[in-house]
């Protein structure tokens, strides 16, 4: 029972991280999600259902690692063929990782971007996943109340990872869709400025490259001048590179690590790499966060800190395996490219059909989707009456720009990497036949509002002043009257 004037009893016996709403989850994003999961799309068994295209995941070339886990059963302690290193790996506890297992994840990640940047496995840093390596590396840079700077739009999901148990504040860097939602020099001063003149002690910027929730990659010249603008500041620049393995079409991928390589000036121990296999390989199950940086003592004090968020040996081990093969890897990478290539044409080339465009991309598995035409007003507001219709009549779970920190109402994340070919084709339907009621219902406001005009240019004066309307004309109670309205 609640006492009288405790409002919230919990704030008294729990600790804030416990009874505030730092972790982001009362936001749109999530609530997509609860969506989905409350009425989830099946073909059979719930074909009416929302269609999960809020979570970026790769399932299109799972197949491959099936198919290269049958053909290679050794590489797992649980075969007969891989049993003989049970006892060995089940009893491995340096939280330095496998040697194997790092030597393997440095040499995926120079593979990734086509050789021209060099990894240390020494530098190697497990995490629970990127989440986990985010939020290392926040504990690692900054002290809470301290921040670091953040293009917009970005991840939700940051302001949980970075934020929420550190206590270190994201300030946006405002950018737009007039230049592709590129980050300019002038957009970087800005929001330093505005920061130093709040009292606020800035860290760091993070990014993500390629960027989600745009799906586009950094061009040489921004990420010089990121370089460029934290080494002038004395700050650090975090990268998160999850996506990186993604990039399907030109321009080719540049890495931080293969801009600093052609820096002598730059001071490396400001530049920092996130990395995960959730993305590149589709497996976020497994939890591998990978921590790369230049800096020996936040190497140190994160391999210290992973003890909270060690990958298991056994996943260590098998992709050890993997990774460590050359010729599988190379030809996964391509054929995943290829497929990711090919789902987001077809995809997009729905959504031309009705006449929906999507920012230019070339990586990430998802599209910046632009509703703009269908907002009844540019504002939030007018966004997020817009995806309530999509996610409860339409059925679909599309993630609204606002949920990213967009400045500008009207843009939405969809992800086309997590289904079949034939959600796919059902997803698209689905758009499709929105659209058309859209404009329908705007072709028959249209023609309304002509007729009302015409009628009321074509009516007499006198019928313009309602006092002196006869009943014989017009009831003010008329139910056709209100009807009509």
Same mark, same amino acid.
């Given at each position: 029972?609640?006492?009288?004037?405790?409002?919230?009893?919990?704030?008294?016996?729990?600790?804030?991280?416990?009874?505030?709403?730092?972790?982001?989850?009362?936001?749109?994003?999530?609530?997509?999600?609860?969506?989905?999961?409350?009425?989830?799309?099946?073909?059979?068994?719930?074909?009416?259902?929302?269609?999960?295209?809020?979570?970026?995941?790769?399932?299109?070339?799972?197949?491959?690692?099936?198919?290269?886990?049958?053909?290679?059963?050794?590489?797992?302690?649980?075969?007969?063929?891989?049993?003989?290193?049970?006892?060995?790996?089940?009893?491995?506890?340096?939280?330095?990782?496998?040697?194997?297992?790092?030597?393997?994840?440095?040499?995926?990640?120079?593979?990734?971007?086509?050789?021209?940047?060099?990894?240390?496995?020494?530098?190697?840093?497990?995490?629970?996943?990127?989440?986990?390596?985010?939020?290392?590396?926040?504990?690692?840079?900054?002290?809470?109340?301290?921040?670091?700077?953040?293009?917009?739009?970005?991840?939700?999901?940051?302001?949980?990872?970075?934020?929420?148990?550190?206590?270190?504040?994201?300030?946006?860097?405002?950018?737009?869709?007039?230049?592709?939602?590129?980050?300019?020099?002038?957009?970087?001063?800005? !929001?330093?400025?505005?920061?130093?003149?709040?009292?606020?002690?800035?860290?760091?910027?993070?990014?993500?490259?390629?960027?989600?929730?745009?799906?586009?990659?950094?061009?040489?010249?921004?990420?010089?001048?990121?370089?460029?603008?934290?080494?002038?500041?004395?700050?650090?620049?975090?990268?998160?590179?999850?996506?990186?393995?993604?990039?399907?079409?030109?321009?080719?991928?540049?890495?931080?690590?293969?801009?600093?390589?052609?820096?002598?000036?730059?001071?490396?121990?400001?530049?920092?790499?996130?990395?995960?296999?959730?993305?590149?390989?589709?497996?976020?199950?497994?939890?591998?966060?990978?921590?790369?940086?230049?800096?020996?003592?936040?190497?140190?004090? !994160?391999?210290?800190?992973?003890?909270?968020?060690?990958?298991?040996?056994?996943?260590?081990?098998?992709?050890?395996?993997?990774?460590?093969?050359?010729?599988?890897?190379?030809?996964?990478?391509?054929?995943?490219?290829?497929?990711?290539?090919?789902?987001?044409?077809?995809?997009?080339?729905?959504?031309?059909?009705?006449?929906?465009?999507?920012?230019?991309?070339?990586?990430?598995?998802?599209?910046?989707?632009?509703?703009?035409?269908?907002?009844?007003?540019?504002?939030?507001? !007018?966004?997020?009456?817009?995806?309530?219709?999509?996610?409860?009549?339409?059925?679909?779970?599309?993630?609204?720009?606002?949920?990213?920190?967009?400045?500008?109402?009207?843009?939405?994340?969809?992800?086309?990497?997590?289904?079949?070919?034939?959600?796919?084709?059902?997803?698209?339907?689905?758009?499709?036949?929105?659209?058309?009621?859209?404009?329908?219902?705007?072709?028959?406001?249209?023609?309304?509002?002509?007729?009302?005009?015409?009628?009321?240019?074509?009516?007499?004066?006198?019928?313009?002043?309602?006092?002196?309307?006869?009943?014989?004309?017009?009831?003010?109670?008329?139910?056709?009257?209100?009807?009509?309205?």
């Amino acid at each position: 029972m609640r006492i009288y004037g405790e409002e919230h009893p919990n704030q008294e016996i729990l600790s804030r991280i416990a009874t505030n709403d730092g972790h982001g989850e009362n936001s749109s994003y999530f609530d997509g999600w609860k969506a989905y999961e409350n009425d989830p799309f099946h073909l059979t068994d719930n074909p009416t259902g929302v269609i999960q295209m809020g979570l970026a995941e790769n399932q299109l070339s799972l197949d491959l690692i099936q198919d290269w886990m049958k053909k290679n059963p050794q590489a797992s302690i649980c075969t007969e063929e891989g049993v003989s290193e049970f006892k060995a790996i089940a009893n491995f506890q340096d939280y330095h990782g496998l040697p194997a297992f790092r030597k393997a994840i440095a040499q995926f990640m120079e593979k990734v971007r086509g050789g021209r940047a060099r990894f240390d496995p020494d530098r190697i840093v497990m995490s629970g996943g990127a989440t986990g390596a985010q939020e290392t590396i926040a504990f690692c840079l900054a002290d809470p109340g301290e921040a670091f700077l953040i293009p917009t739009p970005y991840y939700p999901g940051f302001d949980r990872d970075f934020r929420w148990r550190t206590g270190v504040q994201l300030l946006p860097i405002h950018c737009h869709s007039s230049n592709k939602f590129k980050i300019t020099q002038a957009a970087l001063e800005t !929001a330093y400025r505005k920061a130093r003149n709040s009292h606020i002690r800035v860290k760091g910027i993070l990014v993500t490259n390629p960027s989600n929730p745009l799906g586009t990659t950094m061009d040489r010249d921004t990420l010089r001048t990121l370089v460029s603008f934290v080494n002038e500041k004395r700050m650090h620049l975090v990268c998160d590179e999850v996506f990186s393995g993604t990039v399907f079409d030109k321009p080719s991928y540049v890495s931080v690590a293969e801009v600093i390589q052609d820096d002598p000036y730059c001071d490396r121990d400001l530049i920092h790499i996130a990395y995960s296999l959730s993305k590149d390989l589709g497996v976020p199950g497994f939890r591998v966060g990978v921590i790369y940086s230049y800096n020996d003592a936040v190497v140190s004090c !994160a391999r210290k800190m992973s003890s909270f968020g060690l990958v298991s040996s056994q996943t260590q081990h098998l992709l050890a395996s993997m990774l460590g093969d050359e010729e599988f890897t190379t030809s996964f990478l391509a054929t995943s490219r290829t497929r990711l290539c090919g789902r987001r044409r077809v995809f997009t080339d729905g959504l031309k059909r009705v006449g929906i465009h999507c920012l230019d991309g070339n990586a990430g598995l998802f599209c910046w989707m632009d509703l703009r035409p269908l907002l009844k007003e540019a504002t939030v507001e !007018a966004e997020l009456r817009l995806w309530r219709v999509i996610i409860n009549d339409v059925k679909l779970n599309i993630s609204p720009g606002s949920s990213f920190h967009c400045s500008e109402p009207g843009w939405f994340r969809v992800c086309f990497a997590n289904m079949d070919d034939t959600a796919m084709k059902i997803a698209l339907r689905r758009i499709e036949n929105f659209v058309y009621r859209e404009n329908d219902a705007a072709v028959q406001a249209k023609n309304k509002r002509k007729w009302d005009e015409t009628l009321r240019l074509s009516l007499p004066r006198r019928f313009e002043d309602p006092t002196i309307m006869t009943p014989h004309l017009m009831s003010p109670h008329s139910p056709l009257v209100q009807a009509a309205t």
